[in-house]
Every structure is written in C-alpha cells, then in structure tokens.
C-alpha cells in the first residue's frame, strides 16, 4: 500500500495552492489510498498527488467536497451530453427506480430503448444491450468472428475499444501488438495494429492476411479525434472491407448520439455492419449496446441458430438493458433526436477552441487547442512547429499529437482547478448542450491563469 505520491512534498507553488484549495479531498484521498490501488478506481482519474472528490453537480457545473465550484469538460468520460441532473432525464429515472430495478424479467422500458437507438441509428437493425462498453466490443468482435469463421482483427494504432483482452496492446503502448500483462500471447496476436489514416496498411492487411474478420475503428480518429480521421478515409475502409469479406465495426461508444444524434456513421454517411454504443446510449447510467446487421445479431438467437443449424452464441449478463438505465436512456435519446442539443455542444466547443486559441497566442504560449464537434484537445507541439498561423492536426504523426510533457501536464490539471476548470487528463475534453458562452469565458480566463501560473513556475521557458 502506498501513501500519497511525491509530489505532495515538492515546493511547487502550483501544488501548494491545489493543496490549499482542496483539503477536503486530500483527506478522501489518504482513506482512499488504503482502499484502492493508486486511490482510485479508474486510471483516467490519476491526478498527483491526488484528484478532486465530487459532492454534487448540476448542469455543466459541479462541486467538491470543500464547495469549489468546477466548470466541468470531464463530462463524466463523455457519457453527458445534456450534462448533469437534466429534469427530464432524472425523473425518467426516478420512475424507473420506483418501479424496480431488476425483474429478471423482460421489460417494456427496453422496448422504448431500442426503439430510441433505432431511431436514430439507421443501421441498427438489431440491438443487444450489455452493461459497458466494453462489453459491447467484446461482444462485437465475438459476432464478427463467429459471423464470418474468420480469427483475426484489424485494429489502429492508439484506438481505445475498452479494457478487454482483445483490445488491450496498441492503445497507449505495444503498437506493435505485443500483449499487455495478463493478456495470452495468443489472443494478442490476433489482432494486426496498422497506423491511423494508413489506407495502404489496410489493404495490405486485408490481402495478405485473408483472415481478417472485422476492421475496428473510432470513427473521428482516436480519443474522440485526438488523432483525427476524416470522413473520407471511413467511406474507403468501407469499400476496402466490403470487397475483403470482413465486417465493419465502428466504435461508437463515444461518437455515438454526438457527432451527430445517429453519431458518426450519419455525419459520414456510412454503413457499418456493426457499432457499438455506451456512454450517452444511457443518458448517464451504465449500459451500452451492440447494433446492426441483423443477419449478424441474429447469431445470438435461439431459433434462428437453430434453424440454421448453427451454434448459438451465449449472451446473459445480469444488467443487460436493466430498466433504470433504459429509462434514462430513452428520456436522453429522445431529447437529442428532437432538439438541437449535439449541434448546440459543437458549437460551444467551436468557440471555446477559438478563445484558448486566441489565449494561447496572446499568452506566447506554444501549443493548440483543436477538434472536432463537441470535443477539444490541447497540442503540447513536442517538436517546436509553428502554431501561431492556425495548426492542422491532420499534418502531424500520432506520436506528435499524442506526446504530452507528464509533469507540465499534471500541473496545468492542477493549476485549472485551483482556477475552477476541470479537464480531462489529456488537457481535453468534452462540451454538453448546456455549456454557455459565460463558461467558454470563463474557462479562457482560468486557462490563462494557469498558464500564467505555470510561466512563473518555470514550466513555460
Ligand atoms: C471508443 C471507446 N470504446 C470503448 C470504451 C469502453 O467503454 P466502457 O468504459 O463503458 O467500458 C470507451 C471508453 O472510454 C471508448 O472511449
């Protein structure tokens, strides 16, 4: 068991002044630090020395145990697109608990779920619900390789699809597909690791290999567009898969009901055969859910396996579609489908990406904010371009857009919440419909205070 990180005895300012400002969750943290390992429960809420509890929030706003108000970017890993505590949605929810949480039963709340995604999703032509994202690539390639007898998956370098043991060499380390700890060598090597926006790779990949069941992606690009991809580049992995016998399978786990309310695969006009969905899917619950073909979907059921003479795929799960979630996934769905909410969300992250931008340039400071629709991510520039005359991500390797100084990192976090913002740990983050001009003001001026504080740390040159 480990105490507080070394950081807590450092003299920078910076830190002094976090510490000040939050001694109520440094408290949390020392209990925490006997409780979990690294004090926390998930790894992006690693902070040194140690991240903010929250008590409460509303809206685009949310509080900490000592009563410091945040305007929150976190946006709960990108699961809130109408942010917290929306009325429609907490009394959806409200009902649904009253009702019961677990029938061990079916539902009629999980009919409306459905019907909310395929409304919205053209391709859904089946749903099946799991209880995480995770989950729902798990289960996703699972189809894909029954589907098509085929074992192996082509994956992009830094793609996130979830923890799972198919998915974990190649998202932030071993790009060349070796397996992470406690993962079989076996089932790393099936997965072949291209790098992003490499058309050729692909191809390559699908020829040479002929064993290629599903091509995975995040549609922007990795970490919601931290690497972007462009529309373009989808359409032809589509083509490139139809005519290889491989299943697409876009992963839409934080796209999905975003970029667009049908998610990224209406903004690019494409057709997977398979998505899958968390995040805003449950409108701030757990639960998420593999979509599409129904030819495909139809492998996990009874009669149709049987009358094909098929295995069936086994699928329990004890939440699947649990009627609390449904709720609140339904009431969040119907909202995006019928207001402007995801095109609200861009177009505060527009503006909110000019004004640091603008900052930055005023500040001397040598990075960029860029992104795409609802989301925005800080370019740390690690090898001295010039960013004054607009910066195009597009120009850069992943390796630029992905390296980011850890200790400079960790203190501008640190130097943002003393000043009331809370980003994600990739100083980006994630707009909701309900963020306003008054908060992109005011996340400009904290982000130039933070930057001021860092100059005067020395961190700035
Ligand atoms: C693109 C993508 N896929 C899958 C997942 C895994 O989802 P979950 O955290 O619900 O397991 C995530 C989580 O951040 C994600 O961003």
Known sequence: MDSLPDQTRSNSRIIAAYRAHTPGSEELARQAAALFPSGITHDARQLDPYGIYVQRAQGPHKWDVDGNRYIDYFGGHGALLLVHNNATVAAAVQAAYADGTQFGANHPREIAWARAVKRLVPSAELVRFTSSGTEATLMAVRLARAFTGRETLLRFQGHFHGWQDHMTSGYSNHFDGSPTPGVLPGVAEKSILVPPNDLDAVRNALV????????????????????????????ALRQLTEEHGALLILDEVVTGFRASPGGAQVAFGVRPDLSTFAKILAGGLPGAAVAGRGDVLELLDFNVTARRGKEKIQHPGTFNANPVSAASGTAALTIIAETDACDRASATAASLRDALNEMLAAEGAPWAVYGTYSGFHTFFNPTGRSVQRGFDPTKCSMEELKTQPKELVNKLRLALLVNGVDVGGRIGGFLSCTHTADDVAQTAAAFREAVRMLKQEGELG
């Open 208 to 235: 040479n290999s002929g064993d290629i069941a599903a091509v995975i992606l995040e549609p922007t690009g990795s970490s919601f567009g931290q690497v972007p991809i462009s529309g373009e580049f989808v359409r």
